[in-house]
């Protein structure tokens, strides 16, 4: 019935699937959320397409779950009413490059790796960068970042407009083109952190950023990872225009040097990245070198080429999946807590001792320079036992960080995962957002379950 | 009967007021916009007046209008309907200052100068600036910008969270102290710019920048206004991290001497600012300086003394009370389109033309960095058949740049002055906007009759 109207509508079969295979790759992201099949997954093409079936799933009160590479790490994909998946792995062309207004506009399935592969021959790259070659309409969802946070922003600062599907199938664009504007609600970035809930993407406008001259990258070791942590502060308060300050600890170089065939030094370490004018980046990378010596580095060393550069932000990249391939059917699980830069050592020693009291296997990871940090293991989840564990752990670090001025996610989103956190955090406003979600989603057909608890009376389902 | 209760509340006579002279001073903004008298002033001194007189307002369905410095320029502050005006003058303290995370918590009478006056001392400052004296309060409802917008971006990227009362009265609070956080919706971005239709703010955390070791300035000098626009777009499209880019007409100019004493050449000229270490700005400077000779520069000067910088820049933040002061009994109109930069010289180029054909008296000026510019006059009010030809003028200004990917307002917000523009310029979204203002707002006591153009019959007046 669902599955025969929804192909009258796109009157493609290879489009709309039910075939078990495809269903399975739909009911869940990359981590250790409990998977739900979709009853269908439908792959449109165009805007309007994706606008039919909104307005069909509207008329019938079925979910719509948006797709796209799948690798959100708090469970936004899973269809949890079941209904329809809505993969956009086929909208994925760049719709246009405006390299003089360092603008593009794309649809919502190009991945980051495809877009900035095709920027390049413009000097340009769009410098978000989470860890997986996530699909831009996943990353403005859960206005995620990365890496280059520190220096670009998150997606909210770097998308300047939208293409959306309401719930009742309106097609609406918000922003424009221009670099500013004081026209009316900034309803882009109410869209972008949405996950899926307010409305659907279609097209999304992004600024981009020109390739520097030159790039230099840089390894940093300490003796501990609180020291790393320290001396990540030190860089931040001193105001130079870093380009990249990650943590990972000797655990995530093990696993990434066992995955990706590398011979990093297993040592806890700053991996650093400075870019610029050749003068800029010979003076800015000697001051670094010299804060990390007074910050007590043990050692600094360069990465100049090109290549080598590449392989480090390569397995920087891959140390989520590096980490969970060590032991055989492990599902990730992420932390995922900011602080405010002066609160972030405490805050990393704090964490190191609740992993190790609850006897955790983690890995830990940070986008320093913006105050977040993850710790990354894999996890059986029908160890029950391991499971309450790395709950209570995930528990007691979130909370030290809500208790320090800190956020429960600095870049991975609420999804299933954090809506009880989000509760804590958010207390005074949540009912805002409830309220907007309520009156632009009546019937909370949009990605339903994910961002909020609510109460089994409130569902329709 | 109102003051009375109102009294009741504050218990003060010198913070309810009902002064003929400061209810007209209540009455407008800046600009040529007709002014409506308040039915009475309050002067809160803390949050919880706040609260308590949003509450009485709610109960018996009167009209809020928050005011800050009154230096709007699209009428935001007049209480349409009547009402209470709150001014924020006495909540102008700096709650607290954590220089280590670069940020700051402030009520919302602070003004930037006095602002960055208090941050000094840490070798930190807040870059948003507007021409205007403004208030801090006021700059985030409006979403403001200025001349360092090209470096530091607008309001909306500064302003990390809020405290804000809400029509019915509830204290919120949004966002937080960490540089990034993905948790639940952006209401922060939501209420700034929102020009006081959503929430009243009772308290900001800005993000801070570091004063920068070295900075220097430059007038780049041209033939035409429009070349001087092409320059612009070179600087731009270099990916230059320029700090400052400001046109200048030779009508400015002569104003501002006049106004300011100084003695600046009367030519179409670039204002151009660089900072960073001592080599980057001897750097950057020298390559600015090479782009404004590929661009037909006539003639470069730097202005390296910091005294004579300052000077520089308080002459072109003076240039709008400047080009009003020349005529006595004059009201400022100001346009203030804003275009993706590619787009920039042609629409000066057009809006010239426009200015002519209408033979209005207006000086150019823009922070052309970010595509945007105005064109600035003095108008007896009472003349209308100078109002036709402003707003015959301004019509076209603004329709061409609709028409050429650009916004209605780059910086001032829409107010009353902007309403018929927002509705062409968001046809698609303004319903969402109208929505969420409905669900948050639903007597419309919040700055009633701004933003939005309403039906009489929705009207609860």
């Known amino acids: 019935m669902l599955y025969q109207e929804l192909l009258e509508i796109i009157n493609d079969r290879e489009r709309v699937s039910i075939n078990e295979t495809v269903l399975e790759q739909h009911s869940k ?76 506009k794309v649809q919502p399935g190009v991945t980051r790796k495809q877009l900035n592969l095709h920027l390049k021959k413009h000097g340009l790259f769009f ?3 989470p860890g997986a070659d996530a699909t831009i309409g996943g990353m403005a969802a859960t206005n995620a970042s990365g890496t280059s946070a520190v220096a670009y922003g998150t997606m909210k600062r770097n998308v300047l407009g939208l293409r959306a599907v309401l719930a009742n199938g309106d097609l609406v664009s918000t922003g424009g083109e221009t670099i ?29 950023s020109g390739i520097p001259e030159e790039t230099i990258a840089a390894k940093a070791y300490f003796t501990d990872v609180v020291a790393a942590g320290s001396a990540a502060e030190m860089v931040l308060q001193s105001g130079v225009r870093i380009g990249k300050i990650e943590l990972v600890d000797p655990k995530t170089i093990e696993a990434v040097n066992h995955y990706k065939g590398t011979s990093y030094q297993e040592r806890p370490t700053l991996f650093l990245e400075y870019s610029g ?39 920087r990249h891959s140390a989520a999946i590096a980490v969970v391939s060590i032991r055989p059917n492990q599902l990730l699980v992420s932390t995922d807590v900011c602080v405010p830069i002066s609160e972030l050592a ?24 913006d105050g977040n940090f993850h710790a990354l293991f894999g996890v059986n989840p029908n160890d029950l036992e391991e499971m309450e564990r790395f709950h209570n752990m995930n528990n007691e670090i ?64």
């Not at 797709?67 to 994909?77: D, M, P, T």
């Not at 809505?86 to 405006?98: G, I, P």
């Not at 043990?298 to 090109?306: C, G, K, M, P």
């Not at 955090?425 to 979600?437: D, G, R, V």
């Open 398 to 461: 979130v909370d030290y960080a809500l208790q320090h001025r800190g956020t429960c996610t600095g870049e991975h989103g609420i999804g299933i995962g954090k809506m009880k956190f989000l509760e804590k955090e958010k207390a005074s406003s949540l009912h805002i957002m409830k309220a907007i979600k309520a009156t632009l989603d009546p019937d909370n057909i949009l990605n339903p379950g994910k961002v909020f608890i609510r109460n089994e009376v409130e569902e329709y389902l």
């Open 277 to 315: 004018s050749k003068e800029e980046v010979d003076n800015g990378i000697t001051f670094i070198e010299q804060l990390m010596e007074e910050a007590g580095c043990l050692e600094f060393e360069y990465e100049r080429d090109s290549l080598k550069r590449a392989q480090l932000w390569d397995a």
């Open 127 to 129: 410098p978000v960068d």
């Open 180 to 208: 500013k504007s004081s026209a009316g609600y900034n309803l882009t970035e109410l869209f972008v952190g949405s996950e899926g809930t307010l409305g659907v993407f279609t097209e999304i406008t992004l600024k981009l």
């Open 346 to 369: 405490k805050a990393i020693s704090y964490s190191r001792e609740v992993i190790e009291k609850y006897r955790i296997d983690a890995a830990l990871v940070g986008h320093v320079g």
């Open 29 to 104: 992201g990359l981590t250790y959320h409990t998977g739900k099949l979709p009853d269908v997954v439908v792959f449109p093409t165009t805007e309007e397409e994706v606008v039919e079936v909104v307005k069909y799933a509207a008329a019938n009160k079925i979910p719509i779950v948006p797709f796209g590479a799948g690798s959100s790490l708090e469970g936004h994909v899973i269809p949890l009413k079941g209904g329809i998946s809505l993969d956009f792995t086929l909208m994925n062309k760049v719709v246009s490059v405006h390299p003089e207004d360092f603008l593009v």
